[in-house]
């Protein structure tokens, strides 16, 4: 496994921008899928975007598609998401993971590596 710290939540106005890392300590990370998922209040943890070990490839749940950009940093051993013309529906804590079983980026169970997560609270 891999220890992973999320930062850069906070409380934003709906409309605006705000970048999340995931920093990732130990060495097992440049080889792995990531992905960021959300958990708003009442409901469960979704998917809301992936990436390949290489960062070429992407996927975005349908609410996201858009808006926001996951990147990564495999020197920096860094997972970003950068989130554009943020909604109030957005209001979660996000967290990072690593995939560790080859499959959809959607499935919870392919990852075993969670970060702590950080709040996004957007306000209207």
């Known amino acids: 496994q891999v220890h992973l710290v999320e930062s850069g939540g906070g409380l934003v106005q709906a409309g605006a921008s705000l970048t999340l890392s995931c920093s990732a300590s130990?060495?097992?990370?440049?080889?792995?899928?990531m992905a960021w998922f959300r958990q708003a209040p009442g409901k469960g943890r979704e998917f809301t975007a992936g990436i390949t070990f290489n960062g070429k490839a992407t996927s975005y749940a349908d609410p996201v598609k858009g808006r926001f950009i996951i990147s990564r940093d495999n020197n920096k051993k860094t997972l970003y998401l950068q989130m554009n013309s943020l909604q109030t529906e957005d209001t979660a804590v996000y967290y990072c993971?690593?995939?560790?079983?080859?499959?959809?980026?959607?499935?919870?169970?392919?990852?075993?590596?969670w970060g702590q997560g950080t709040q996004v609270t957007v306000s209207a």
């Open positions: 993971a690593r995939r560790n079983i080859r499959g959809s980026f959607d499935e919870p169970t392919n990852y075993d590596s």
């Open positions: 130990g060495r097992e990370f440049g080889g792995y899928a």
